[in-house]
């Protein structure tokens, strides 16, 4: 999913897309259904795991000062 981050450009769908997959795979990881009413925020902090975006932004700005 970061594959290319620094440089990819991403509309609002996209971003949608990506959080969804990833908390696709992070109730993967702890066994839990959609249907069990469990907040994404709360499926985060169970992880210890920031959302994707802000590690896409980390990633985009260490580029743009190496650069």
């Known amino acids: ?3 290319r981050a620094e440089t990819r450009t991403t509309t609002k769908r996209e971003e949608s897309k990506i959080q969804a997959l990833e908390i696709k795979f992070l109730r993967r990881i702890l066994e839990k259904t959609k ?3 469990i907040k994404d ?3 985060r902090e169970e992880l210890n795991i920031d959302e994707i975006k802000r590690d896409i932004e980390k990633i985009r700005l260490q580029w ?4």
């Open 1 to 3: 999913l970061l594959y």
């Open 35 to 37: 249907w069990g009413k």
């Open 41 to 43: 925020t709360e499926i």
């Open 64 to 67: 743009y000062e190496h650069a």
